[in-house]
């Protein structure tokens, strides 16, 4: 059971080129998030899917564009990058349930990919 | 601004002393939920406390919430120095939408 997995997992950009992030998960689960980390900023929610066909803005969407292409996949596009795009990038998955369900809004992570844009 | 912070932004004990990290939020919540994050890797699950729960326990863990100071605090007991790790506090603000706080960066001296 390989949980959330992200891909690349290092990658080196040049200012004004594209690049997308891919993550899978096989947990079955219906909710899907993007976050970027940064020295001393915690994690920041990008964008994030509810469910399979919705997409919503998080805290810092800007410079991003996201596609949930199925129930397992979630993928986050820079399509000019920046070098404020420089990160480390998690994507997370959470199962379907109420609040009051065990296991419910839980968050699993995948083991971040690491972006560097010159 | 974030929606959850830290406090302390760092912390270095012994091991065998307790490790007290807090986290304040600023709108109302669902739950609240604590990660700890090892240097290098994603973030792991620790534990969940409901906004109608005032204090969880798991293993050496004790979490508190108190939802009229917007506060929530992580009890460490008995460190052990495989507990240095970055921990996190995330909100739920019941829209599928998890906020992360800075972090306390605990180090663990043996």
Known sequence: NAGVTQTPKFQVLKTGQSMTLQCAQDMNHN????????PGMGLRLIYYSASEGTTDKGEVPNGYNVSRLNKREFSLRLESAAPSQTSVYFCASSPPGTATQSGANVLTFGAGSRLTVL | SQQGEEDPQALSIQ???????NCSYKTS????????????????HLILIRSNEREKHSGRLRV??????????????????????????ATDLGTYKY????????KVLA
């Open chain 1, 31 to 38: 909710s899907m998030y993007w976050y970027r980390q940064d």
């Open chain 2, 15 to 21: 091991e065998g002393e307790n490790a007290t990290m």
């Open chain 2, 29 to 44: 919540i669902n739950n609240l939920q604590w990660y700890r994050q090892n240097s290098g890797r994603g973030l792991v």
């Open chain 2, 64 to 89: 508190t919430l108190d939802t009229s100071k917007k506060s929530s605090s992580l009890l460490i007991t008995a460190s052990r120095a495989a507990d240095t790790a970055s921990y996190f506090c």
């Open chain 2, 99 to 106: 906020i992360f706080g800075t972090g306390t960066r605990l």
